[in-house]
């Protein structure tokens, strides 16, 4: 018997016997152990050599490395850190809600009430500042957006400041905001506050640079006692700005009577270039329950807050209403960052109506969204009217920030 010509089919007559047939046929033994490529190849049966692949062509190459590039880039550019700080609308709290089971606002030591209707304290959220950098996709996605603003970093951030520096303003900010807003909600409702009145410096280039001095306490504004910050306030908003006026203070526990020269306040009255730091006594306990919140905006939703707690009327009435503003201690309202991204989340958060501070009014117009109505306010007694009239369906007449 013949030799067989291909190792594969030796391999197939060994396994099967001498007498076996051969697994490959004679027909195919032409091509039996050849690449499945080069038969595919020549599926004609021509016998030619199958053909080389092609190289490929230069404009090829090219736009594939064009194409990687661009792919490079694009990535580069999603994940590229940039100098700008995008401010969008934040969450909102109800200051007449709870938190974790608990009342927002709590209050002991005297008689609170039940209400209904949401008060909602609007906020902003800032990326791009220390420690939350933001990237083109997300500079670009603010450039779009009616309710986000795009500014340069250092517009908002002051430079160089560090996260937890940030944070420990911010807190700060939102514990003197309380503690204004507290006393502001109480003498608003009839209660008296007092407080010691203790000077935490004075104002370069005023009169009383250089009089008084860290650590006096203030007992008497020209001969009248002064037994509370508000107090204060009245007595140098009806005194001409230049008098000479005497200050009666404590100064390591002895009396001691300083004359400081008043200067001019910009909204009238007399301004005494006195930091004070008042230590109120508070009439009844309140607690306020809110920490991931920062900053001195949350004043004003605060008092009305307080109000709405302490007095029998249920002055919301079912309504949502939203507001921002910062509390002086004497009621003042005064203007905040982000108004636009304020109003815009009220909206989304099912208020109807908004209090804004009437400083705010020029950025206000225009930016309202639809179904949203704002009404400007400059006091807390302007608030708690704005409130009552809004729960007893008689707001149609509230001064807004066009008219």
């Excluded at 076996?20 to 050849?34: F, I, N, Y």
């Excluded at 779009?144 to 160089?160: G, H, I, L, N, Y």
């Excluded at 020209?222 to 005497?246: C, H, K, Q």
């Amino acid at each position: 018997m013949p030799e067989p010509s291909h190792p594969s089919e030796t391999v197939a007559r060994a396994q099967a016997g001498a007498d076996a047939e051969p697994l490959v046929s004679p027909v195919d033994d032409r091509v039996a152990g050849a690449d499945p490529a080069a038969v595919d190849a020549d599926a004609d049966g021509d016998g030619a050599a199958p053909d080389a692949p092609m190289a490929p062509s230069p404009r090829s190459v090219t736009l594939s490395i064009a194409v990687l590039v661009t792919l490079l880039l694009l990535t580069v550019l999603v994940f590229l850190r940039v100098p700008y700080a995008v401010s969008a609308p934040g969450p909102t709290r109800d200051t007449l809600g709870e938190v974790d089971g608990r009342p927002l606002i709590e209050v002991e030591g005297t008689a609170t009430y039940e209400s209904t209707g949401e008060l909602l304290l609007t906020t902003v959220s800032v990326a791009g500042g220390p420690g939350y950098p933001v990237t083109l996709p997300q500079v670009v996605a603010g450039w779009v957006s009616s309710a986000r603003t795009v500014r340069p970093v250092e517009a908002v951030f002051a430079p160089d400041i560090t996260q937890d520096q940030l944070d420990q303003q911010n807190q700060a900010a939102m514990t003197s905001s309380q503690e204004s807003a507290t006393v502001a909600a109480l003498e608003e409702l009839g209660y008296e506050v007092p407080a010691e009145l203790l000077v935490a410096g004075a104002v370069e280039g005023t009169g009383a640079a250089g009089v008084v001095q860290e650590g006096d306490v203030l007992v008497a504004f020209r001969g009248e006692p002064v037994e509370s910050y508000t107090a204060l306030i009245g007595a140098l908003d009806t005194t001409e700005p230049g008098t000479t006026v005497t200050l009666s203070v404590l100064r390591d526990g002895k009396p001691l009577d300083l004359d400081v020269v008043t200067g001019e306040r910009p909204d009238g009255g007399s301004q005494l270039g006195v930091f004070i730091d008042p230590q109120f006594d508070l009439p009844v306990d309140v607690t306020i329950r809110i920490d991931d919140i920062g900053g001195p905006s949350a004043g004003l939703m605060f008092a009305l807050g307080i109000v709405d707690h302490l007095t029998p009327e249920d002055e919301v009435a079912g309504e949502v209403v939203a507001g921002t503003g910062t509390m002086d201690v004497d009621g003042a309202v005064g203007p905040i960052g982000g108004i636009r991204q304020k109003l815009a989340g009220a909206e989304r958060d099912g208020a109807d109506w908004f209090l804004a501070p009437s400083d705010n009014c020029a950025e206000v117009v225009g930016h309202v969204p639809d179904g949203l109505r704002v009404v400007r306010v400059a006091t807390l007694a302007e608030g708690r009217d704005a409130i009552e009239a809004i729960g007893a369906g008689t707001a149609d007449d509230l001064a807004t920030c066009t008219g």
